[in-house]
């Protein structure tokens, strides 16, 4: 800013100078958060060049342990090669079933990953769920017949995760699919 401006008294003097000093204040942490980012980049990009080799030798070393039948399980857990809290994790989790009406037949869908799929359960109207069904997709359609085509009918649904073929994890929400009367 000219100094004109604060020696004539058109700037205040003392607000002018904190300013300006503020501004370049601002601007040295401007340049050394560049410089900060910079230096974190290239740090990254030296950290995964390397790290990239390193996990396929872990990951072929974990072969060679598996292959190796002098290594028990308890010799595998005390080396860190076994992925226990990935079981762990799947007790708190419940599937995210979805239904619609889809051709007049329910469509089931959910979120399957990591798991190996879903033990369903379904009922029709205000029956039992005596229906039960292992689906390893990502989606199910119920095939079964209905009871009155020409009545509207209510079908229920229920769901475990599956993992290591066993049920795991919570039970899903209940879900309800109306099936519209065929005319």
Same mark, same amino acid.
């Given at each position: 800013?000219?100094?004109?401006?604060?020696?004539?008294? /058109?700037?205040?003097?003392?607000?002018?100078?904190?300013?300006?000093?503020?501004?370049?204040?601002?601007?040295?942490?401007?340049?050394?958060?560049?410089?900060?980012?910079?230096?974190? @980049?290239?740090?990254?990009?030296?950290?995964?060049?390397?790290?990239?080799?390193?996990?396929?030798?872990?990951?072929? @070393?974990?072969?060679?342990?598996?292959?190796?039948?002098?290594?028990?399980?308890? /010799?595998?857990?005390?080396?860190?090669?076994?992925?226990?809290?990935?079981?762990?994790?799947?007790?708190?989790?419940?599937?995210?079933?979805? *239904?619609?009406?889809?051709?007049?037949?329910?469509? &089931?869908?959910?979120?399957?990953?990591?798991?190996?799929? /879903?033990?369903? @359960? *379904?009922?029709?109207?205000? *029956?039992?769920?005596?229906?039960?069904?292992?689906?390893?997709?990502? $989606?199910?359609?119920?095939?079964?017949?209905? &009871?009155?085509?020409?009545?509207?009918?209510?079908?229920?649904?229920?769901? @475990?995760?599956?993992? *290591? $073929?066993?049920?795991?994890?919570?039970?899903?929400?209940?879900?309800?699919?109306? &099936?519209?009367? /065929?005319?």
């Amino acid at each position: 800013m000219p100094p004109k401006y604060i020696e004539s008294g /058109i700037l205040p003097k003392e607000a002018t100078e904190t300013l300006i000093a503020e501004l370049q204040a601002d601007e040295t942490r401007r340049n050394q958060k560049n410089i900060d980012r910079k230096v974190s @980049y290239d740090s990254r990009k030296i950290y995964v060049s390397g790290h990239n080799q390193v996990s396929k030798n872990l990951r072929n @070393y974990k072969k060679l342990i598996d292959n190796t039948p002098l290594v028990t399980p308890e /010799i595998k857990l005390e080396l860190g090669l076994v992925n226990e809290d990935r079981i762990e994790n799947t007790n708190n989790k419940k599937p995210d079933l979805k *239904g619609k009406e889809v051709g007049g037949v329910p469509h &089931l869908s959910f979120t399957k990953f990591p798991f190996e799929g /879903i033990m369903l @359960y *379904g009922k029709i109207n205000d *029956g039992d769920y005596n229906f039960q069904t292992s689906v390893r997709a990502s $989606g199910f359609d119920d095939t079964r017949p209905r &009871l009155n085509p020409k009545q509207t009918e209510v079908r229920e649904y229920y769901a @475990y995760y599956i993992y *290591g $073929g066993k049920k795991v994890g919570k039970q899903s929400e209940i879900i309800r699919v109306v &099936l519209n009367p /065929i005319e």
